[in-house]
């Protein structure tokens, strides 16, 4: 127990940053996804490209080296100077947002084109359209693939304590090595994550009961 | 003038031409059913007019306004004309005096207040008014298409456009709806309606249009289309129908 109780300080430091990071590359991801789904639904060919190319990009390659191309790789240009922690929420927001946008993509399809047809013959325009109607409706059939993802994008962030963020993995790290109790420490530390997705869960069950389609 | 007039209209859809001619004049206050069978085009015609397709050629002017001209504001033009569905298209997640009142907040910038005034009016009249705060999915067919209606005349509409209205319906929920179409027919609504009711063409029409392959094959009054019908094509759909 000695062990835990000297380590807690840090793993609780750590458990800070891995929530920072996790909220905000999720806000991150969520805008690009929401902005590259449009995209991909886009009539313009060009603007579909984009999308495409993007989310390919991403699904296509590691997020490992993801990481590295963004921290280490655009880090080597002159004009761009990211901190590790920018680069952490960076790669994890871009990574989730291609997943996001395949999942807005697929919800935003799954409307009926009638809801579409009945906005605008009102005199909608498509933007309110797809405000008031559309995404609405999408965002709750979205909600537990979306929840998937989240949890995909937490664990996610464990692989930035590679490039020395002291997140709840590093810390996990630099306590195993102060007190040599690997087994307790990293049993903890997973305690830990799995109490952070199950509580995310609970929010995501909360939300689907509260936007329940009548 | 003519409220609606339809020159030379086509649609295709890639390679498969559904309107190949259409010309039409309809007047404010009358109501034109336009009948025929299945895949003749009746239901594109009719869409054609709020441009929910788009127009491949010819033109459609609707109160002056030639719609097929690329620099009008269509969002406009769609305000002064109500559309009915088949398949009542409400929208789910709002309740149904959420889903009259949505297009005169949002579109209109019509206040709350009033917009829900006058939203609890128009359920009245289509006999809805204790359903204001149920959702859509907990209504009758006959009752969503009775919202249906309420929702599209909440934007004060000057023409009012019916797709096949009655045609997901149970059969004894079909009365309700036509009941109420023919009191919007009777206040002087300019209606078209597309719709496999022959009762109702024939007793609420002013004009009927029959559409086969892509044309009008035969347009008249009621009486006279029903009773007399001059082209084959005609002879035989009604021959099937009536």
């Known amino acids: 127990m000695d062990a835990i109780s000297k380590a807690m300080p840090y793993?609780?430091?750590?458990?800070?940053?891995?929530?920072?990071?996790?909220?905000?590359?999720?806000?991150?991801?969520?805008?690009?996804?929401?902005?590259?789904?449009?995209?991909?639904?886009?009539?313009?060919?060009?603007?579909?490209?984009?999308?495409?190319i993007y989310i390919d990009a991403i699904r296509g390659t590691p997020i490992l080296v993801q990481l590295f191309f963004i921290y280490f790789g655009l880090n080597s240009f002159e004009w761009i100077s990211m901190d590790k922690t920018t680069a952490g929420i960076v790669t994890v927001g871009l990574n989730a947002g291609a997943y996001f946008a395949e999942i807005i993509r697929a919800g935003i399809q799954s409307i009926d084109k009638g809801q579409t047809e009945a906005a605008?013959?009102?005199?909608?325009?498509?933007?309110?359209?797809?405000?008031?109607?559309?995404?609405?409706?999408?965002?709750?059939?979205?909600?537990?693939?979306f929840t998937n993802q989240a949890i995909i994008s937490l664990k996610d962030t464990s692989l930035l304590s590679i490039i020395g963020i002291a997140d709840l993995t590093q810390q996990g790290e630099v306590a195993t090595s102060a007190t040599f109790e690997a087994f307790k420490i990293w049993f903890v530390v997973g305690v830990i994550y799995f109490i952070l997705i199950y509580l995310l869960s609970l929010l995501a069950n909360f939300l689907e009961r509260r936007f329940e389609l009548r | 003038m003519s409220i609606i007039q339809v020159s030379n209209l086509k649609k295709s859809f890639g390679t498969l031409e559904v309107l190949k001619d259409i010309n039409a004049e309809?007047?404010?206050?009358?109501?034109?059913?336009?009948?025929?069978?299945?895949?003749?085009?009746?239901?594109?015609?009719?869409?054609?007019?709020?441009?929910l397709e788009d127009i491949t050629d010819g033109q459609v002017i609707?109160?002056?306004?030639?719609?097929?001209?690329?620099?009008?504001?269509?969002?406009?033009?769609?305000?002064?004309?109500?559309?009915?569905?088949?398949?009542?298209?409400?929208?789910?997640?709002?309740?149904?005096?959420?889903?009259?009142?949505?297009?005169?907040?949002?579109?209109?910038?019509?206040?709350?207040?009033?917009?829900?005034?006058?939203?609890?009016?128009?359920?009245?009249k289509v006999g809805l008014k204790e359903k204001a705060?149920?959702?859509?999915?907990?209504?009758?067919?006959?009752?969503?298409?009775?919202?249906?209606?309420?929702?599209?005349?909440?934007?004060?509409?000057?023409?009012?456009?019916?797709?096949?209205?009655?045609?997901?319906?149970?059969?004894?929920?079909?009365?309700?709806?036509?009941?109420?179409?023919?009191?919007?027919?009777?206040?002087?609504?300019?209606?078209?309606v597309v719709t496999h009711e022959m009762g109702f063409a024939r007793e609420v029409g002013d004009r009927v249009l029959f559409m086969d392959g892509g044309y009008i094959v035969e347009e008249n009054v009621p009486s006279e289309l029903f009773g007399n019908p001059q082209h084959d094509r005609t002879k035989s759909f009604l021959s099937k129908v009536l």
């Open chain 1, 11 to 52: 793993l609780l430091e750590g458990l800070q940053v891995t929530v920072y990071i996790f909220i905000a590359s999720l806000i991150l991801g969520l805008i690009i996804g929401l902005i590259m789904a449009l995209l991909r639904l886009s009539p313009v060919k060009p603007l579909n490209w984009i999308a495409k």
């Open chain 1, 120 to 145: 605008r013959s009102l005199g909608l325009t498509g933007s309110q359209n797809m405000r008031f109607i559309v995404l609405p409706q999408a965002v709750r059939r979205m909600l537990p693939t």
């Open chain 2, 26 to 51: 309809i007047q404010e206050k009358e109501v034109v059913c336009v009948i025929g069978p299945s895949g003749s085009g009746k239901s594109t015609f009719l869409r054609c007019l709020n441009k």
């Open chain 2, 62 to 124: 609707i109160r002056g306004q030639d719609i097929t001209d690329p620099k009008i504001n269509i969002n406009k033009v769609r305000q002064d004309i109500g559309m009915v569905f088949q398949s009542f298209n409400l929208f789910p997640h709002m309740t149904v005096l959420e889903n009259v009142t949505l297009a005169p907040i949002k579109v209109r910038s019509v206040s709350k207040a009033v917009s829900n005034e006058k939203g609890m009016e128009l359920l009245a």
């Open chain 2, 133 to 192: 705060n149920s959702y859509p999915g907990e209504l009758s067919g006959g009752q969503k298409q009775r919202v249906a209606i309420a929702r599209a005349l909440a934007m004060n509409p000057k023409i009012m456009l019916f797709d096949e209205p009655t045609s997901a319906l149970d059969p004894e929920m079909v009365g309700e709806v036509l009941e109420v179409m023919k009191q919007l027919a009777q206040e002087g609504m300019t209606m078209v």
